[in-house]
């Protein structure tokens, strides 16, 4: 394995996940021994909160962390970064639409796609955390023609976790029993978490449930609107479970899937499963080698396809929207 720092650009940094996640990457969690280099992006007034940051990262001396550096001039941060997870986003406030957001959020996404393209890496792999994650994936991917659009994908790792972890808990197996569990479509609430693939040791997850009423009653929304869920408890949303699966989700795509399972990532669909051509929809992948493949063959029956179609179709609205918009 090469032994020159990884370059991982973070926005947001100095947000609720950036605060979770840099000492995450800087230990060692995505790249183990490799040293790794971090460029981190904030807008102008919150580069005196990063500041403060990187001197707590500077106090733990991990001993694999190469550097730090820190700014709002995107085009410097990401100079010759092979990775960027794009954290920062612009939460709906109050009395905002969702094209408003669409609009605020889309702003940051065509001009970070645009600084990518003319200075990241060539081997750039990009991440998309920040919310709405499918669309902002898709607007930077449009902004940035240069980039390969299979080097784009959006965050649906933390639902995938959340699924796991809800599936262990019903059936009483450990997590390490569980794979093969699939988020299709958006990070939203119209995602859907598929059982009939999962398995728990080697056996359909769907029978071993036995229980079509808490699949869909209790199974689907405690997964789909977990976000919600966590922001009423809290009263902020998810940060460290976010920074865990935006790891999860970025080591194995940089270093491989397990074998034998498969984990969800949104990416750009080439009409699979029906999904329409072009959205950043959610899929069943293996990883490999920084890069990654849909599962192919599974078969879906009527129920599953309904939910799926549900989950693109606002994907396509969102689209439809961006569009509108001139953002792609
Ligand atoms: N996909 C997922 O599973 C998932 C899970 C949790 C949260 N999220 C989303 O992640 C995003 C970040 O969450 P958070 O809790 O860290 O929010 P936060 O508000 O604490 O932090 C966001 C940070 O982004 C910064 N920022 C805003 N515009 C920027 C720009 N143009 N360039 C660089 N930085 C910019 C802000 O200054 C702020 O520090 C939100 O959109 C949230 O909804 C996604
Ligand atoms: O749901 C949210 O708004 C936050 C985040 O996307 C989450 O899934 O926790």
Excluded at 8 to 36: C, E, H, K, M, N
Excluded at 89 to 116: H, V
Aim: charged share 20%.
């Amino acid at each position: 394995m090469s032994t020159a720092p990884l370059k991982v650009a973070v926005t947001g940094a100095a947000g609720q996940i950036g605060y979770s996640l840099l000492f995450r990457l800087a230990s060692g969690a995505l790249a183990g021994d490799r040293p790794i280099e971090l460029r981190l992006l904030e807008i102008t007034p919150a580069l005196k909160a990063l500041e403060g940051v990187v001197m707590e990262l500077d106090d733990c001396a991990f001993p694999n962390l190469a550097g730090v550096e820190i700014g709002d001039d995107a085009e410097k941060i990401f100079d010759g970064v092979n990775l960027a997870l794009l954290v920062g986003a612009r939460p709906r406030g109050p009395g905002m639409e969702r094209s408003d957001l669409l609009s605020a959020n889309g702003a940051i996404f065509t001009a970070q796609g645009k600084a990518l393209n003319k200075v990241a890496a060539s081997d750039v792999r990009i991440g998309v955390t920040g919310n709405p994650a499918n669309t902002n994936a898709l607007i930077a991917m449009s902004n940035a023609p240069d980039i390969p659009q299979e080097r784009f994908s959006a965050l649906t790792r933390l639902d995938h976790n959340r699924a796991i972890s809800q599936l262990a808990a019903k059936t009483g197996a450990p997590v390490t029993d569980i794979t093969k569990m699939t988020i299709w479509g958006n990070h939203s609430a119209t995602q859907y978490p598929d059982l009939f693939h999962a398995e728990v040791a080697g056996r359909n997850a769907a029978e071993v449930v036995g229980d079509q009423e808490w699949l869909e009653s209790t199974f689907i929304p405690t997964v789909a609107k977990r976000g919600a869920a966590i922001i009423d408890a809290r009263g902020s949303s998810s940060a460290a479970s976010a920074a865990s699966a935006t790891i999860d989700a970025a080591r194995d795509w940089l270093f491989g899937s397990a074998e034998g399972d498969w984990v969800s990532m949104a990416v750009r669909s080439q009409g699979e499963y029906g999904v329409p051509e072009g959205l950043i929809s959610s899929f069943p992948v293996t990883t490999s080698g920084g890069d990654w493949s849909i599962v192919e063959g599974l078969e879906i029956d009527e129920f599953s396809r309904g939910r799926i179609a549900a989950s693109t179709d606002e994907l396509a609205e969102e689209r439809a929207a961006v569009t509108e918009l001139g953002l792609i």
